[in-house]
């Protein structure tokens, strides 16, 4: 292989995301932005890398990925309630529970096209919540949410304010980075061959849902990496964390950010974030409103979101610049 | 199980009533997504402007004039909504139209809840379906006194009506013939020189006018607020999946179903919570396509 590229430009994306994202503390209040928050962005980018790796390259759209981030956030809940305060084992076994829940829901739902698939994973994901809301609400609290976990501790460090922000952005910088790599190789290569035509992959003899499950799966171990982050940043688990609007959510982030690119949708989650946060002071009830509207704008206007707003202004400033 | 006679009737007049509701929603859905290929993410929304329109038409100027203004108002939007939005997407991939569409739920969801608030709007039931039907006066092998809610009984009929006259346009009219051969074959009807965009214009209003009669009838039942247009979303679209997607008469059967399993599994709330979910994974395991989906319909 003539893989030339120097380490800075295989890896420019990640450490400049890392340099945004270890200062934020410092220049996020600059901008009205409470800490907590940020860590909240921390987490979504998460979820968000996670859900660009089955939406961005595959092209499968699930409306179901509250689910796996609602199954860690419980699973996490009740580890550190009954087993152990310590982040590391609940983390641990959320992740696992997501994924053996993934696996199954990927084996169901993957069988036939995109369609069926984005209709099952929101129903599944429905049928968690409706469980959660009933059938388990002894487990999880039902209507008013699992509470009562002791303060999350790292081996022997709180986990609270600053500590939960940077590890949460650790862990952001090294799933971004895991994610790049994912791109990079042949698997991330399968991946967007199924987005391009997946019925000439097929004919290739290369086992198409293979590579759809895979992604599937590892976008749901993202999203209960999120899931369990989120009890480890604020000890409590709601049953809105299994819920539509959840899944809707990171699908209106990844959109406005800007589909397959990685970086976009953890964009769209820090501004969709900001926006629901700081700036619907002004917006009052109504900011969900404006939300969908600019989301319906990027959706007919600007399929590729800001980072296709980007690239137009990139590409106008290059070519006046040639033109004179 | 031990169960009366009079308990028997009794869950199968409420699975009845609930399947009419999602049968009603789940026809419109599936007659847009068989013609013109679109999920329409919004049909939850669509049912939403209906109870809306109707319960705010009905206790200013009563119910005679919500059942005649409410289904071709609704109507008229959809074909606004077709013209205006969805015509641009037919070119485009099917995850952007399911984008868009669910873009537009949100905002149809977002724009009542800021007019009409978020609480339940009281719906009045028009005095002559109000109250109470003496079931043991009309079937005789019912023992002693059983009685129903006239309401829920009238939306039954309304659905059976309603659904009688979708097959009848589809199956005895010119109009329905070029709708189902589009349905087959979409290109080659253009290339037979038959307008069908202007057709199929005129079905997205249909849906969208089938789920103004669900609004008419079904507000009173299924309350009136923003959150009911995506729970009802969620079973329609099983609905339709279960059924087969595009197909008209699984739609029927699987809505039966579904309103069926529900009213049967309601002594039992865990199992009740979960039925159609369990009905769904086992029609996926066991008829992939559906009960009566078409082969090559999307696979």
Known sequence: MHNQQSFWQLNKAVILFALVALTMPLWFPLINGYSGLDTKIMIFCIFLVGFDILLGFTGYLSFGHAAFFGIAAYSTGLMLKNFSDNIIPAIIVAVI????????????????????????????????????????????????????????????????????????????ILMFYLAKRIERSP???????????????????????????????????????????????????????????????????????????????????????????????????????????????????????????????????????DSE | MDMTLNAFTLYILTGLQLGSIFVLIALGLTLIFGTLGVVNFAHGALYLIAIYLAVSINNALGFGLALILVPPILFVFGVLMERGLIQRFYDRPHTDQILVTF??????????????GANNIPFAIPSWGNGILMLHD????????????????????????????????????RFGLVIRAGMRDAEMMQFLGVNI???????????????????????????????????????????????????????????????????????????????????????????????????????
């Open chain 2, 138 to 173: 009309y079937l005789p092998f019912l023992d002693g006194f059983v009685v129903y809610p006239k309401w829920r009984l009238i939306l039954v009929v309304v659905s059976i009506v309603t659904v009688t006259a979708v097959f009848a346009l589809l199956h005895l009219t």
């Open chain 1, 187 to 321: 698997v991330g290569l399968m991946m967007k061959a199924i987005k391009c035509n997946q019925t000439r992959l097929e004919y290739t003899g290369i086992n198409a849902r293979k590579y759809k499950l895979l992604a599937f799966v590892i976008s749901a171990m993202y999203a209960a990496v999120a899931g369990a982050l989120m009890v480890v940043y604020e000890p409590f688990v709601g049953h809105e964390f299994l819920g539509w609007h959840q899944s809707g959510e990171v699908v209106i982030m990844s959109v406005i950010g800007g589909v397959g690119t990685l970086v976009g949708p953890m964009i769209g989650a820090a501004f969709m974030l900001y926006f629901e946060n700081v700036l619907s002071v002004d917006l009052g009830e109504q900011w969900l409103l404006v939300l969908g509207l600019i989301f319906m704008f990027v959706v007919v206007f600007m399929p590729g979101g800001f980072m296709e707003a980007v690239e137009r202004i990139k590409k106008r400033f290059i070519t006046t610049a």
């Open chain 1, 97 to 172: 529970a997501a994924t053996l829940v993934a696996i199954v829901i990927g084996l169901l739902t993957l069988k036939r096209t995109g369609i069926y698939f984005s209709i099952l994973t929101l129903a599944f994901a429905e049928m968690f919540h409706s469980m959660a809301m009933a059938m388990l609400q002894t487990w999880t609290g039902g209507e008013n949410g699992l509470t009562g976990m002791p303060t999350p501790m790292l081996f022997d460090i709180k986990m609270q304010g600053s500590a939960v922000f940077y590890f949460s952005a650790i862990m952001a």
């Open chain 2, 197 to 299: 965009n202007r057709r199929f214009m005129i079905v997205f209003g249909l849906g969208s006018m089938i789920a103004g009669i669900a609004g008419v009838f079904g507000g009173p039942v299924t309350q009136v607020s923003p959150e009911v247009g995506m729970h009802l979303l969620v079973p329609s679209f099983l609905v339709v999946v279960i059924g087969g997607m595009g197909s008209l008469g699984g739609a029927v059967i699987a809505g039966i179903l579904i309103g069926m399993a529900q009213s049967f599994t309601a002594p039992y709330i865990n199992l009740n919570t979960v039925i159609i979910y369990l009905i769904t994974v086992v029609i996926l395991l066991v008829r992939p396509r559906g009960l009566l989906g078409a082969k090559g319909v999307f696979e």
């Open chain 2, 103 to 116: 873009g537009l739920a949100i905002v149809i969801q977002e724009l009542l809840k800021w007019v009409f």
